[in-house]
């Protein structure tokens, strides 16, 4: 098994009070992980080290304000896949059941294309099996490492140990280029375009659910995911 991936995995979390505490047994836990070299274990305990550094509300404010604004930094995966597509509920639940089969549950919370759970289950599977399914995301992990490192966030590390892991190469010229171009999409001026409401109006027996749901499709239709091209980011391998 991949233990740098079960870490890595706590990592991605958000910064709870328990993933605090824990943080030695982290750092403890490196020196096992016999799939990375000593120069990426301590990277990884530098980056453990600097994380705890901060107190911790101040980590829990950068981590909602990078993967909790926009969608260009969603840990989600199928987000920059699916997007809203009605493909993303069959991937979801091809997902669910290759967890299933490795003994893996899930709570009612939890959506089975969140990329520390999916972490988590390559930690379990046999080493070939993991570097597969890391291939499997190359194109999404590379683009979220460099939005990170256009942000001078210290999680883009974390995002490059899993490319190293990985076995497929990346144009990362094209990521680079893709990035510089696009518009960001946590600025204030963006989302409140996505969250700005019309006027509530109550129509006959319209109820608050249905307008709950109208501003959901409002939602979705105002920010598009940013979608993968898959062949162009590996090189056509």
Sequence with gaps: ?????????????????????????????ISRCTE??????????????????????????????????GRSLSLLLFEHVHGQSRDRGQAMIDL???????????????LPDHLPLYLEYLAVVEPSEAVQGLDDIVPIV?????????????YADL???LLELASLDV????????????????????????WE????TFIGNASCDAQTKQHQRRFADRIQPQYLDVGQLTGGQ
């Design 1 to 29: 098994m991949m233990l740098s991936l079960r870490i890595i995995s706590r990592l991605l979390e958000y910064p709870s009070d328990e993933l605090w505490q824990h943080c030695d047994e982290l750092v403890a836990a």
């Design 36 to 69: 990375l070299s000593d120069v990426q274990r301590d990277t990884l305990r530098r980056w453990i080290g600097e994380y705890r550094q901060q107190a911790l509300f101040d980590a829990q404010a950068q981590y909602c304000g990078l993967f909790d604004r």
């Design 96 to 110: 669910l059941n290759q967890y299933q089969q490795v003994g893996l549950e899930l709570n009612a919370k939890e």
């Design 142 to 154: 590379s683009l979220l490492g460099e939005r990170l490192k256009h942000r001078h966030s210290r």
């Design 159 to 161: 995002m490059v140990l």
């Design 171 to 194: 144009n990362l010229a094209s990521i680079c280029d893709k990035v510089r171009q696009e518009a960001r999409d946590d600025t204030p001026q963006a989302l409140d375009q996505v």
């Design 197 to 200: 409401e019309e006027q509530v």
